[in-house]
């Protein structure tokens, strides 16, 4: 008839939990706020390794088809390049945001066969990343390294 004293009923959490949880998930937070960074500039610099190597295959695949030289011209202090037919214009890139040229890659020509007049290595980077495309001299391999 009278109620049991030894019972208590607990509604709720204890402060040392809500603090073990609070702990865990800002420490989970940290470490994704660490990786964010690292992570945009990696996409970034591959997007845009990526966008360069296949802008050269095209040039090369379209001087082989139309049988015509086409010239790329880099302009490393606009973060540009432009793409030239027979010395006429043809369109220009942009860079991706934060990316830049690390070096300061020469002038390169695709002949109607598609080989290059040189071989040439363009660095690209976005913070402590770094890309290069690479284009073999004698028979115009572009690649990714």
């Known amino acids: 008839m009278f109620p049991d004293k030894t019972r208590i009923c607990k509604r709720g959490y204890?402060?040392?939990?809500?603090?073990?949880?609070?702990?865990?998930?800002?420490g989970v937070a940290f470490m994704l706020l660490i990786q964010i960074p690292n992570h945009t500039q990696e996409k970034a610099i591959m997007m845009t390794a990526d966008g360069l190597l296949q802008d050269l295959r095209e040039t090369q695949q379209a001087a082989m088809a139309e049988s015509v030289w086409y010239k790329v011209r880099f302009y490393p202090s606009m973060g540009t390049y432009k793409i030239y037919k027979q010395g006429l214009y043809v369109r220009t890139v942009t860079l991706q945001d934060k990316v830049t040229f690390g070096n300061v890659p020469t002038d390169i020509i695709f002949n109607a066969s598609g080989a290059p007049n040189v071989g040439l290595t363009i660095m690209l980077q976005c913070g402590d990343r770094a890309k290069k495309v690479i284009v073999a001299p004698v028979m115009g391999r572009i690649r990714v390294d």
């Not at 204890?14 to 800002?26: A, K, M, R, W």
């Open 14 to 26: 204890s402060l040392l939990e809500i603090l073990l949880v609070l702990t865990i998930i800002s």
